[in-house]
């Protein structure tokens, strides 16, 4: 009996460990999606930032702007 009872704990905390598990991910997800639309609306910024400064090509900017993680 004791040898059962161990193992359902041991089921039981497997089962958790999955949930923790896909919450966790679930959360990383969201995280990861959050920050892409983030730099998306930041790049547009980034892009009028370059074109006021005399920057007007819009591809170029687009370009570099993609190489350097939207840094300016």
């Known amino acids: 009996m004791r040898g059962i009872s161990g193992i359902k704990i ?3 905390s497997c089962h958790l460990c999955r ?3 896909q919450r966790f991910l679930f959360i990383s997800i969201l995280l990861t999606v ?3 639309s983030t730099n998306l609306s930041n ?3 980034n892009m009028e930032i ?3 400064m ?3 090509d819009r591809e170029l900017n ?3 702007l ?3 993680g939207n840094d300016i």
């Open 62 to 64: 687009h370009q570099a």
């Open 43 to 45: 790049m547009e910024e």
């Open 54 to 56: 005399g920057f007007i």
């Open 19 to 21: 949930i923790i598990s």
């Open 34 to 36: 959050l920050s892409a």
């Open 66 to 68: 993609t190489q350097t």
């Open 50 to 52: 370059l074109e006021n």
């Open 10 to 12: 041991y089921a039981a």
